[in-house]
């Protein structure tokens, strides 16, 4: 049955890169696919459109940037076509100093709640020097990546979220991606009171996969939010023995109990979701049972 599976995923990849001959794939087009890159402590998720537009959401910490433009420069041609910043943080936007040196960006949209480091000013003096354009990302705006895949903001809350347990990563920028009948949720570090506002504002929040926010930890993905999305994979990127404790228990087990597959880059490594919008189909670089699994979205 997964053979199948596998096997319409491929037929579907061939209709479509026959297809997008028009275009100048980046890489070989086979649907939508998706990387959860290992960056030990951090996140780093990038995004390849059945058009082969490429979206880098976050890069890690600056001591995995190494390892984060090796990969990049395997899976990437030319420069990066849009660099999504979640929030300000060093684990999240370490490694795009290095990114944007040696690949370059056609466009950066930045997170909203400011934090000063030299790590984001270093960025800024990246963006500034390889004349790449910065915006702020703003709710509502979509982005249309090609092939019928589209990347929609659907935060950072309207007004600003103030006076919580670090606003900083409230104010996360959330992104839906959409292809086909399948979606997937980029959560950045979001927390209890982001999740409270996504569901107060109505926005279509179901996701086959969820990339978990803040790392798994125990101050994001209540059981609420967790219904609202309904995720059938679960993806949390997370350092081996980091000092945090990421993911939490609590929070492994709620993601369990409703319903998704739980993976986790610590254990996994880098992550690998392909879909070609009906099916989705997850590969780990370690190989983990279970290392492969495949499902018709109905
Ligand atoms: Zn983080």
Not at 184 to 196: H, K, M, N, R, V
Not at 215 to 239: D, K, Q
Not at 258 to 286: F, I, K, N, P, Q
Request: charged share 20%; with cysteine; glycine share 12%.
């Amino acid at each position: 049955m997964a053979a199948l599976r596998h096997f319409r995923t491929w037929l579907a990849g061939c209709l479509l890169a026959a297809l997008s001959l028009g275009s100048t794939p980046a890489r070989a087009a086979a649907g939508l696919r998706v990387d959860f890159i290992d960056v030990g402590q951090g996140d780093a998720a990038l995004v390849t459109s059945p058009a082969g537009k490429t979206v880098l959401i976050d890069g890690g910490p600056a001591n995995h940037a190494p390892a984060l433009t090796a990969f990049l420069a395997a899976h990437v041609h030319g420069p990066i076509d849009l660099i999504l910043l979640s929030h300000r943080h060093e684990d999240h936007l370490g490694g795009l100093p290095a990114v944007v040196h040696q690949l370059g960006a056609r466009l950066f949209l930045d997170a909203p709640a400011a934090h000063a480091g030299p790590d984001y000013e270093r960025l800024m003096r990246e963006l500034e020097a390889r004349g790449v354009p910065a915006r702020q990302a703003a709710r509502g705006r979509r982005i249309d990546l090609g092939g019928g895949a589209a990347l929609t903001m659907l935060g950072p809350p309207e007004p600003s979220i103030v006076g919580s347990r670090s606003d900083v990563n409230a104010n996360s920028v959330v992104a839906r991606l959409t292809y086909g009948g399948v979606s997937i949720l980029f959560a950045g570090d979001a927390e209890s009171p982001t999740e409270a506002w996504l569901l107060a504002s109505g926005q279509d929040l179901r996701a086959d996969v969820l990339k978990v926010a803040h790392h798994g930890s125990r101050y994001a993905s209540g059981m609420r939010f967790l219904r609202a999305v309904g995720p059938r994979v679960a993806v949390i990127s997370a350092g081996a023995g980091n000092e945090y404790g990421h993911p939490a228990r609590v929070t492994v087990q709620r993601l369990a109990r409703a319903g998704a597959a739980v993976y986790r880059t610590d254990l996994d490594g880098d992550v690998t979701v392909e879909t070609d919008g009906t099916s989705v189909h997850v590969r780990t670089a370690r190989g983990r049972a279970p290392s492969t699994e495949a499902w018709a979205v109905p």
